[in-house]
């Protein structure tokens, strides 16, 4: 699965953002597409994912209630969406779109992924 993130940007703090990922491959509807984010200095964790047939999410708890992950299927296409509210500058990091093969779960790793796009929360 081929993923291409757009929507980054700075934000201030307790402001939003949105995210999109474009997912194309012949398999994408059996895909499972999220997002992990990557501070400086800090491993990558991962954010919210989502599944394909039902629907089903999975959020971080540092994000519940702020975040929310949304999807968008066509032939051989998906858009994968990650509306971000009250963000604090502590989520400043690099975000990834990942793809993982099957339903979303809390152990969602990623198999495939995009290249990142830039999330700066700063006054």
């Known amino acids: 699965v081929q993923l291409v993130e757009s929507g980054g940007g700075l934000v201030q703090p307790g402001g939003s953002l949105r995210l999109s990922c474009a997912a194309s491959?012949?398999?994408?509807?059996?895909?499972?597409l999220g997002w992990f984010r990557q501070a400086p200095s800090k491993e990558r964790e991962g954010v919210a994912c989502?599944?394909?047939?039902?629907?089903?999410?999975?959020?971080a708890d540092s994000v519940k209630g702020r975040f929310t992950i949304s999807r968008d299927d066509a032939k051989f296409t998906a858009t994968v969406t990650l509306q971000m509210n009250d963000l604090k500058p502590e989520e400043t990091a690099v975000y990834y779109c990942?793809?993982?093969?099957?339903?979303?779960?809390?152990?969602?790793?990623?198999?495939?992924w995009g290249e990142g796009t830039q999330v700066t929360v700063s006054s």
């Open positions: 990942a793809a993982q093969f099957g339903f979303c779960r809390k152990d969602f790793a990623g198999e495939d």
């Open positions: 491959g012949p398999a994408v509807a059996y895909y499972s």
């Open positions: 989502i599944s394909t047939n039902d629907g089903s999410t999975w959020y």
